[in-house]
Protein backbone atom coordinates (compact mmCIF):
# COMPACT_ATOMS: atom_id res chain seq x y z
CA UNK A 1 0.00 0.00 0.00
CA UNK A 2 2.67 2.27 0.86
CA UNK A 3 4.34 1.54 -2.10
CA UNK A 4 1.78 3.85 -4.12
CA UNK A 5 1.12 6.70 -1.91
CA UNK A 6 0.44 9.14 -4.80
CA UNK A 7 -1.27 7.63 -8.04
CA UNK A 8 1.00 9.41 -11.41
CA UNK A 9 -1.48 12.93 -11.06
CA UNK A 10 -2.01 13.60 -7.84
CA UNK A 11 -0.10 16.82 -6.29
CA UNK A 12 -1.43 17.20 -3.14
CA UNK A 13 -1.85 14.98 0.30
CA UNK A 14 -4.42 16.38 2.96
CA UNK A 15 -2.39 16.89 6.53
CA UNK A 16 -3.99 17.09 9.62
CA UNK A 17 -2.65 19.74 11.24
CA UNK A 18 -4.72 19.69 15.07
CA UNK A 19 -8.40 19.49 14.27
CA UNK A 20 -7.82 21.10 10.73
CA UNK A 21 -8.01 19.21 7.36
CA UNK A 22 -5.06 21.08 5.59
CA UNK A 23 -4.25 20.60 1.61
CA UNK A 24 -0.81 20.70 1.03
CA UNK A 25 0.87 20.90 -2.68
CA UNK A 26 3.99 18.27 -3.29
CA UNK A 27 5.99 18.14 -5.74
CA UNK A 28 6.42 14.73 -6.12
CA UNK A 29 4.79 12.30 -8.51
CA UNK A 30 5.28 8.35 -8.87
CA UNK A 31 7.10 7.56 -5.74
CA UNK A 32 8.32 3.83 -5.66
CA UNK A 33 8.86 3.29 -1.88
CA UNK A 34 7.93 4.94 1.70
CA UNK A 35 11.19 5.64 2.27
CA UNK A 36 11.36 8.01 -0.99
CA UNK A 37 8.05 9.96 -0.02
CA UNK A 38 9.67 10.51 3.45
CA UNK A 39 12.65 11.92 2.42
CA UNK A 40 10.98 14.04 -0.14
CA UNK A 41 11.61 18.09 1.01
CA UNK A 42 7.94 18.51 1.03
CA UNK A 43 7.29 15.94 3.51
CA UNK A 44 10.69 16.72 5.45
CA UNK A 45 9.21 20.10 6.13
CA UNK A 46 6.32 19.06 7.04
CA UNK A 47 7.33 17.03 9.79
CA UNK A 48 9.25 19.92 11.19
CA UNK A 49 6.62 22.17 11.64
CA UNK A 50 4.90 19.02 13.31
CA UNK A 51 2.40 17.44 10.79
CA UNK A 52 3.10 14.03 11.78
CA UNK A 53 -0.25 12.73 10.43
CA UNK A 54 -0.31 13.30 6.47
CA UNK A 55 -3.44 11.46 4.79
CA UNK A 56 -4.42 10.97 1.35
CA UNK A 57 -7.13 12.57 -0.34
CA UNK A 58 -9.13 9.78 0.07
CA UNK A 59 -9.10 10.23 3.73
CA UNK A 60 -6.56 7.23 4.53
CA UNK A 61 -3.97 7.33 6.81
CA UNK A 62 -0.85 7.06 4.42
CA UNK A 63 2.51 8.49 5.42
CA UNK A 64 3.74 8.59 9.08
CA UNK A 65 7.10 9.93 10.58
CA UNK A 66 8.81 7.55 13.08
CA UNK A 67 7.95 7.05 16.75
CA UNK A 68 9.64 9.31 18.82
CA UNK A 69 9.38 6.95 22.53
CA UNK A 70 9.92 3.63 23.22
CA UNK A 71 8.69 2.60 27.03
CA UNK A 72 9.98 -0.68 27.57
CA UNK A 73 8.46 -1.97 30.43
CA UNK A 74 11.52 -3.82 32.59
CA UNK A 75 9.30 -6.05 35.74
CA UNK A 76 5.91 -4.99 36.81
CA UNK A 77 7.04 -5.54 40.89
CA UNK A 78 7.48 -2.88 43.50
CA UNK A 79 8.58 -2.12 46.90
CA UNK A 80 6.34 0.83 47.52
CA UNK A 81 2.52 0.95 48.34
CA UNK A 82 1.48 4.00 46.52
CA UNK A 83 -2.63 4.26 46.46
CA UNK A 84 -2.78 5.51 43.25
CA UNK A 85 -1.26 2.59 41.75
CA UNK A 86 -1.13 -1.21 41.98
CA UNK A 87 2.31 -2.57 40.99
CA UNK A 88 2.94 -3.41 44.21
CA UNK A 89 0.21 -5.95 44.32
CA UNK A 90 2.17 -7.96 41.00
CA UNK A 91 5.55 -9.97 40.61
CA UNK A 92 7.85 -11.59 38.03
CA UNK A 93 7.09 -14.96 39.09
CA UNK A 94 6.44 -15.76 35.27
CA UNK A 95 9.54 -13.72 34.01
CA UNK A 96 10.56 -17.15 31.99
CA UNK A 97 8.02 -15.37 29.68
CA UNK A 98 9.00 -12.34 29.30
CA UNK A 99 11.12 -10.99 26.47
CA UNK A 100 14.44 -11.75 26.00
CA UNK A 101 17.63 -9.83 26.15
CA UNK A 102 18.34 -10.86 22.45
CA UNK A 103 15.21 -9.28 21.56
CA UNK A 104 15.42 -6.51 23.39
CA UNK A 105 18.66 -5.63 21.77
CA UNK A 106 17.47 -6.20 18.07
CA UNK A 107 14.23 -4.07 18.91
CA UNK A 108 16.50 -1.50 20.11
CA UNK A 109 18.46 -1.74 16.94
CA UNK A 110 14.86 -1.40 14.94
CA UNK A 111 13.79 1.62 17.11
CA UNK A 112 16.84 3.40 16.24
CA UNK A 113 16.70 2.00 12.62
CA UNK A 114 13.06 3.50 12.35
CA UNK A 115 14.23 7.02 13.35
CA UNK A 116 13.00 6.57 17.04
CA UNK A 117 14.81 8.99 19.99
CA UNK A 118 14.31 8.05 23.42
CA UNK A 119 13.74 4.82 25.21
CA UNK A 120 11.97 5.23 28.67
CA UNK A 121 12.03 2.43 30.96
CA UNK A 122 8.34 1.53 32.61
CA UNK A 123 7.75 -0.49 35.70
CA UNK A 124 7.13 -1.46 38.20
CA UNK A 125 10.42 -0.32 39.85
CA UNK A 126 12.93 -0.88 37.44
CA UNK A 127 15.66 -0.02 39.64
CA UNK A 128 14.57 -3.65 41.63
CA UNK A 129 16.69 -5.21 38.78
CA UNK A 130 20.02 -3.29 38.84
CA UNK A 131 22.02 -4.82 36.64
CA UNK A 132 20.07 -5.16 33.65
CA UNK A 133 18.65 -1.67 34.44
CA UNK A 134 22.17 -0.16 33.79
CA UNK A 135 22.89 -2.56 31.49
CA UNK A 136 19.74 -1.22 29.27
CA UNK A 137 21.29 2.04 29.75
CA UNK A 138 24.96 1.35 28.38
CA UNK A 139 22.59 -0.06 25.44
CA UNK A 140 20.48 2.24 24.62
CA UNK A 141 23.22 5.16 24.63
CA UNK A 142 25.68 3.48 22.68
CA UNK A 143 22.61 3.30 19.83
CA UNK A 144 22.43 7.01 20.03
CA UNK A 145 19.37 6.71 22.24
CA UNK A 146 18.44 8.84 24.33
CA UNK A 147 17.49 7.36 27.71
CA UNK A 148 14.99 8.70 29.82
CA UNK A 149 13.90 7.04 33.42
CA UNK A 150 11.56 7.64 36.65
CA UNK A 151 12.72 5.78 39.81
CA UNK A 152 11.10 5.95 43.46
CA UNK A 153 14.59 6.52 44.49
CA UNK A 154 14.87 3.83 47.20
CA UNK A 155 17.88 2.12 44.98
CA UNK A 156 19.92 5.22 45.25
CA UNK A 157 21.05 4.72 48.66
CA UNK A 158 24.81 5.97 48.09
CA UNK A 159 26.99 7.87 46.62
CA UNK A 160 29.29 5.25 44.32
CA UNK A 161 25.33 4.13 43.37
CA UNK A 162 24.47 7.78 42.57
CA UNK A 163 27.87 8.59 40.36
CA UNK A 164 26.88 5.33 38.45
CA UNK A 165 23.11 6.87 37.70
CA UNK A 166 24.90 10.30 36.69
CA UNK A 167 28.08 8.69 34.52
CA UNK A 168 26.49 5.08 33.13
CA UNK A 169 22.34 5.50 33.64
CA UNK A 170 19.97 7.27 32.04
CA UNK A 171 20.27 10.86 30.05
CA UNK A 172 17.41 12.16 31.95
CA UNK A 173 16.75 10.65 35.38
CA UNK A 174 13.37 11.54 37.48
CA UNK A 175 12.73 10.65 41.06
CA UNK A 176 8.82 10.50 42.08
CA UNK A 177 8.21 12.97 45.01
CA UNK A 178 4.88 13.49 45.60
CA UNK A 179 5.21 16.63 48.14
CA UNK A 180 7.48 18.18 50.38
CA UNK A 181 6.13 17.20 53.42
CA UNK A 182 7.52 13.77 54.50
CA UNK A 183 3.85 12.75 55.70
CA UNK A 184 2.02 12.79 52.60
CA UNK A 185 4.47 11.56 50.47
CA UNK A 186 4.77 8.68 52.94
CA UNK A 187 1.44 8.21 53.18
CA UNK A 188 1.14 8.66 48.80
CA UNK A 189 3.73 6.32 48.44
CA UNK A 190 2.26 3.67 51.33
CA UNK A 191 5.69 3.08 52.83
CA UNK A 192 7.15 4.96 55.97
CA UNK A 193 10.75 6.59 55.17
CA UNK A 194 9.95 6.41 51.00
CA UNK A 195 10.09 10.34 51.58
CA UNK A 196 13.32 10.49 53.10
CA UNK A 197 14.56 7.58 50.38
CA UNK A 198 13.49 9.53 47.69
CA UNK A 199 15.07 12.79 48.47
CA UNK A 200 18.37 11.49 49.55
CA UNK A 201 18.77 10.30 45.69
CA UNK A 202 17.87 13.02 44.78
CA UNK A 203 20.71 15.13 46.74
CA UNK A 204 23.15 12.08 46.22
CA UNK A 205 22.81 12.22 42.07
CA UNK A 206 22.76 16.03 42.40
CA UNK A 207 26.21 15.87 44.13
CA UNK A 208 27.34 12.87 42.46
CA UNK A 209 26.88 15.46 38.74
CA UNK A 210 28.29 18.43 40.77
CA UNK A 211 31.92 16.31 40.97
CA UNK A 212 31.13 14.96 37.81
CA UNK A 213 31.10 18.19 36.08
CA UNK A 214 34.25 19.65 38.51
CA UNK A 215 36.78 16.58 36.92
CA UNK A 216 35.27 17.92 33.51
CA UNK A 217 33.82 15.73 31.11
CA UNK A 218 34.52 17.47 28.26
CA UNK A 219 32.28 17.26 24.39
CA UNK A 220 35.20 14.75 23.61
CA UNK A 221 33.98 12.14 26.15
CA UNK A 222 36.92 12.29 28.34
CA UNK A 223 37.51 13.14 31.85
CA UNK A 224 40.43 15.46 32.71
CA UNK A 225 41.92 15.08 36.19
CA UNK A 226 43.92 18.51 35.96
CA UNK A 227 41.83 21.17 34.35
CA UNK A 228 40.11 24.67 35.50
CA UNK A 229 36.26 25.35 34.83
CA UNK A 230 35.75 28.80 33.71
CA UNK A 231 32.21 29.58 33.43
CA UNK A 232 31.05 26.73 33.64
CA UNK A 233 33.36 25.00 30.75
CA UNK A 234 36.36 22.44 31.35
CA UNK A 235 39.82 23.69 30.07
CA UNK A 236 42.22 21.20 30.56
CA UNK A 237 44.98 22.87 32.38
CA UNK A 238 47.77 20.62 29.94
CA UNK A 239 45.84 21.45 26.83
CA UNK A 240 44.87 17.87 26.09
CA UNK A 241 41.30 18.85 24.37
CA UNK A 242 40.46 21.87 22.93
CA UNK A 243 36.53 21.27 23.38
CA UNK A 244 36.51 23.58 26.09
CA UNK A 245 33.08 22.40 26.90
CA UNK A 246 30.74 19.75 28.60
CA UNK A 247 29.24 17.05 26.65
CA UNK A 248 25.04 17.88 27.56
CA UNK A 249 24.59 14.56 25.97
CA UNK A 250 26.98 12.85 28.96
CA UNK A 251 25.49 15.63 32.16
CA UNK A 252 21.91 13.93 32.93
CA UNK A 253 19.04 16.05 33.79
CA UNK A 254 17.34 15.58 37.14
CA UNK A 255 14.50 16.05 37.97
CA UNK A 256 11.18 15.10 40.60
CA UNK A 257 8.10 14.72 39.61
CA UNK A 258 4.56 14.52 41.97
CA UNK A 259 1.54 13.08 41.33
CA UNK A 260 -1.12 16.29 41.52
CA UNK A 261 -3.76 15.34 43.51
CA UNK A 262 -6.42 16.98 45.82
CA UNK A 263 -3.75 16.14 49.17
CA UNK A 264 -0.98 18.18 47.57
CA UNK A 265 -1.86 20.95 45.27
CA UNK A 266 -2.80 24.18 47.76
CA UNK A 267 1.02 23.77 48.71
CA UNK A 268 2.87 23.71 45.52
CA UNK A 269 4.73 26.98 46.31
CA UNK A 270 6.67 25.42 49.11
CA UNK A 271 6.82 22.25 47.17
CA UNK A 272 8.42 24.02 44.44
CA UNK A 273 10.80 25.97 46.80
CA UNK A 274 11.70 22.44 48.30
CA UNK A 275 12.99 21.03 45.08
CA UNK A 276 14.53 23.78 43.04
CA UNK A 277 15.97 25.42 45.80
CA UNK A 278 16.53 23.13 48.87
CA UNK A 279 17.34 20.00 47.03
CA UNK A 280 18.55 21.89 43.38
CA UNK A 281 17.07 19.39 40.84
CA UNK A 282 16.24 20.91 37.48
CA UNK A 283 13.00 20.69 37.82
CA UNK A 284 9.93 19.61 39.72
CA UNK A 285 7.34 17.84 36.70
CA UNK A 286 3.61 18.12 36.96
CA UNK A 287 1.59 14.32 36.51
CA UNK A 288 -1.73 14.89 37.33
CA UNK A 289 -3.64 12.05 38.00
CA UNK A 290 -5.36 9.41 36.53
CA UNK A 291 -7.49 6.58 37.92
CA UNK A 292 -4.80 3.97 39.90
CA UNK A 293 -2.53 2.43 38.12
CA UNK A 294 -3.70 -1.52 37.00
CA UNK A 295 -6.74 -1.09 38.93
CA UNK A 296 -9.40 -2.60 36.64
CA UNK A 297 -11.81 -4.29 39.10
CA UNK A 298 -15.68 -3.35 39.58
CA UNK A 299 -14.30 -2.92 43.67
CA UNK A 300 -14.03 0.69 42.80
CA UNK A 301 -10.74 3.12 42.67
CA UNK A 302 -10.84 4.99 46.09
CA UNK A 303 -7.86 7.10 45.77
CA UNK A 304 -9.20 7.97 42.31
CA UNK A 305 -12.41 9.40 43.87
CA UNK A 306 -11.26 11.04 47.30
CA UNK A 307 -8.08 12.69 45.72
CA UNK A 308 -9.96 14.11 42.73
CA UNK A 309 -9.55 18.06 42.65
CA UNK A 310 -12.33 20.01 43.48
CA UNK A 311 -11.46 23.18 42.53
CA UNK A 312 -9.91 22.84 39.43
CA UNK A 313 -10.03 27.11 39.41
CA UNK A 314 -8.02 27.05 42.60
CA UNK A 315 -5.60 24.33 41.26
CA UNK A 316 -5.07 26.70 38.24
CA UNK A 317 -4.25 30.01 40.15
CA UNK A 318 -2.30 28.15 42.52
CA UNK A 319 -0.07 26.58 39.27
CA UNK A 320 -0.26 30.20 37.47
CA UNK A 321 1.35 31.65 40.98
CA UNK A 322 4.32 29.16 40.76
CA UNK A 323 4.33 29.86 37.20
CA UNK A 324 5.06 33.84 37.94
CA UNK A 325 7.02 33.06 41.63
CA UNK A 326 9.52 30.60 39.68
CA UNK A 327 9.29 31.35 36.04
CA UNK A 328 8.29 27.55 35.18
CA UNK A 329 6.88 28.66 31.33
CA UNK A 330 3.89 27.44 31.99
CA UNK A 331 1.97 26.39 28.64
CA UNK A 332 -1.83 28.03 29.56
CA UNK A 333 -3.28 25.46 26.61
CA UNK A 334 -2.21 22.48 28.97
CA UNK A 335 -3.53 24.04 31.87
CA UNK A 336 -7.25 25.20 30.22
CA UNK A 337 -6.91 20.96 29.63
CA UNK A 338 -5.97 20.23 33.55
CA UNK A 339 -8.92 22.12 34.43
CA UNK A 340 -11.40 20.48 31.82
CA UNK A 341 -10.18 16.85 32.74
CA UNK A 342 -10.84 17.65 36.41
CA UNK A 343 -13.91 19.27 35.39
CA UNK A 344 -15.03 16.19 32.93
CA UNK A 345 -14.73 13.63 35.94
CA UNK A 346 -17.15 15.61 38.00
CA UNK A 347 -19.32 16.01 35.44
CA UNK A 348 -19.49 12.43 34.64
CA UNK A 349 -19.86 11.60 38.79
CA UNK A 350 -18.19 8.05 37.96
CA UNK A 351 -14.95 8.21 39.67
CA UNK A 352 -15.34 5.16 41.42
CA UNK A 353 -14.78 3.25 38.71
CA UNK A 354 -11.92 4.44 37.89
CA UNK A 355 -10.66 3.42 34.71
CA UNK A 356 -14.26 1.44 34.03
CA UNK A 357 -15.79 4.54 34.36
CA UNK A 358 -17.61 5.08 31.11
CA UNK A 359 -17.25 8.52 30.81
CA UNK A 360 -14.22 10.54 29.26
CA UNK A 361 -12.98 14.32 29.26
CA UNK A 362 -14.96 16.45 27.09
CA UNK A 363 -12.78 16.30 24.44
CA UNK A 364 -9.90 14.38 23.07
CA UNK A 365 -6.28 15.35 24.86
CA UNK A 366 -4.04 12.96 23.74
CA UNK A 367 -1.42 12.13 20.96
CA UNK A 368 0.01 8.91 21.82
CA UNK A 369 -0.71 7.47 18.42
CA UNK A 370 1.80 9.70 17.08
CA UNK A 371 4.71 9.40 18.50
CA UNK A 372 4.16 6.36 21.36
CA UNK A 373 5.26 2.40 21.36
CA UNK A 374 4.60 0.77 24.61
CA UNK A 375 6.11 -2.89 25.11
CA UNK A 376 5.16 -4.78 27.75
CA UNK A 377 7.54 -7.09 29.46
CA UNK A 378 5.77 -10.15 27.07
CA UNK A 379 7.03 -8.10 23.85
CA UNK A 380 3.40 -7.02 23.05
CA UNK A 381 3.45 -3.72 21.72
CA UNK A 382 0.76 -1.03 21.63
CA UNK A 383 0.34 2.21 21.16
CA UNK A 384 -0.82 3.62 24.70
CA UNK A 385 -0.97 1.77 28.04
CA UNK A 386 -4.93 1.16 27.88
CA UNK A 387 -5.81 -2.29 26.61
CA UNK A 388 -8.80 -0.94 24.49
CA UNK A 389 -7.07 -0.77 21.31
CA UNK A 390 -4.95 -3.89 20.75
CA UNK A 391 -1.41 -4.72 20.26
CA UNK A 392 0.74 -6.60 18.13
CA UNK A 393 3.17 -9.43 20.22
CA UNK A 394 6.68 -8.09 18.48
CA UNK A 395 8.47 -11.69 18.41
CA UNK A 396 11.37 -11.38 15.69
CA UNK A 397 12.97 -8.86 13.49
CA UNK A 398 10.72 -6.61 11.88
CA UNK A 399 7.81 -6.86 14.00
CA UNK A 400 8.61 -3.34 15.16
CA UNK A 401 8.58 -1.08 12.38
CA UNK A 402 5.77 -3.35 11.47
CA UNK A 403 3.51 -2.63 14.06
CA UNK A 404 4.32 0.83 13.69
CA UNK A 405 3.62 0.75 10.03
CA UNK A 406 1.14 -1.23 9.23
CA UNK A 407 -0.55 -2.48 12.26
CA UNK A 408 -1.66 0.36 13.32
CA UNK A 409 -2.85 2.82 11.14
CA UNK A 410 -6.40 1.74 12.12
CA UNK A 411 -5.84 1.99 15.69
CA UNK A 412 -5.02 5.87 15.17
CA UNK A 413 -7.63 6.29 13.40
CA UNK A 414 -9.77 5.12 15.93
CA UNK A 415 -7.70 6.83 18.68
CA UNK A 416 -7.82 10.42 17.26
CA UNK A 417 -11.45 11.10 18.97
CA UNK A 418 -10.12 8.93 22.29
CA UNK A 419 -11.49 10.84 25.54
CA UNK A 420 -9.92 8.05 28.14
CA UNK A 421 -8.96 9.49 31.60
CA UNK A 422 -5.06 8.76 30.59
CA UNK A 423 -4.82 11.18 28.00
CA UNK A 424 -3.73 13.62 30.52
CA UNK A 425 -1.19 11.64 31.25
CA UNK A 426 2.47 13.13 30.76
CA UNK A 427 3.45 10.18 28.70
CA UNK A 428 0.48 10.64 26.16
CA UNK A 429 -0.97 14.18 26.40
CA UNK A 430 -0.93 16.20 23.61
CA UNK A 431 0.36 19.38 25.36
CA UNK A 432 3.70 19.67 26.88
CA UNK A 433 2.92 21.38 30.81
CA UNK A 434 5.79 23.97 29.36
CA UNK A 435 6.58 25.64 26.78
CA UNK A 436 9.82 24.52 25.71
CA UNK A 437 12.64 27.00 25.75
CA UNK A 438 14.96 27.55 21.87
CA UNK A 439 17.62 25.81 23.92
CA UNK A 440 15.98 22.80 24.94
CA UNK A 441 15.74 19.51 22.82
C1 LIG B 1 4.40 3.70 37.37
S1 LIG B 1 5.71 4.59 38.12
C2 LIG B 1 7.11 3.57 37.74
C3 LIG B 1 8.39 4.10 38.24
C4 LIG B 1 8.64 4.10 39.72
N1 LIG B 1 8.19 2.94 40.37
C5 LIG B 1 8.12 5.34 40.39
O1 LIG B 1 7.15 5.28 41.12
O2 LIG B 1 8.71 6.40 40.15
C6 LIG B 1 5.98 6.02 37.08
C7 LIG B 1 5.29 7.28 37.56
O3 LIG B 1 3.90 7.11 37.38
C8 LIG B 1 3.25 7.72 38.47
N2 LIG B 1 1.91 7.16 38.66
C9 LIG B 1 1.56 5.95 39.12
N3 LIG B 1 0.22 5.82 39.18
C10 LIG B 1 -0.30 7.00 38.76
C11 LIG B 1 -1.62 7.50 38.59
N4 LIG B 1 -2.68 6.78 38.88
N5 LIG B 1 -1.77 8.75 38.13
C12 LIG B 1 -0.68 9.52 37.83
N6 LIG B 1 0.58 9.10 37.95
C13 LIG B 1 0.78 7.86 38.42
C14 LIG B 1 4.15 7.42 39.63
O4 LIG B 1 3.89 8.30 40.72
C15 LIG B 1 5.51 7.62 39.02
O5 LIG B 1 5.93 8.95 39.17
S1 LIG C 1 3.99 4.26 41.41
FE1 LIG C 1 6.01 3.34 41.27
S2 LIG C 1 6.64 3.20 43.41
FE2 LIG C 1 4.44 3.43 43.44
S3 LIG C 1 3.63 1.34 43.49
FE3 LIG C 1 3.65 2.05 41.36
S4 LIG C 1 5.54 1.27 40.55
FE4 LIG C 1 5.72 1.25 42.79
Not at 190 to 198: E, H, T
Not at 230 to 255: E, F, L, M
Not at 302 to 312: G, I, M, S
Request: include cysteine; charge should be neutral.
Amino acid sequence: MLNHVLGEDETRLAVLSGERLLQVDIQVMILPTFNQLVATPEVKLLHEHGHDNIYHPDGKLNVRGPPTFLFMQTNKRCNLRCGHCTFWKLDDDDRARYLSWDMKMEILDEFKEIGGQTLVTCGGEPMLDVDDYFRLCTEAKARGLKMFSVVNGTKIKTIERAERMVSGGPTEITVSVDSHVEKIHDRVRGVRGSFKMAVSALRLMIEARRKMLAVGLCKCGQSHESHLVVNGYCVPKDGSCRCQSYSSRAVPKIYAMTIVCERNYRDLDRFYDFVLNDIGADKLKLNIMQPTFGQVTPSGDEFFETEQVKDPENLAKVINECNDKYKLGINGEWLRQVKMYFSSIAAGKTAKLGWLSPNGTDEPICNTYDRNIMLDVYGKAQLCFADDYGGMNVEKPGDLRKFWYEFSPPIRDKMLTCTRYCGISHSVRRESATIRRPSES
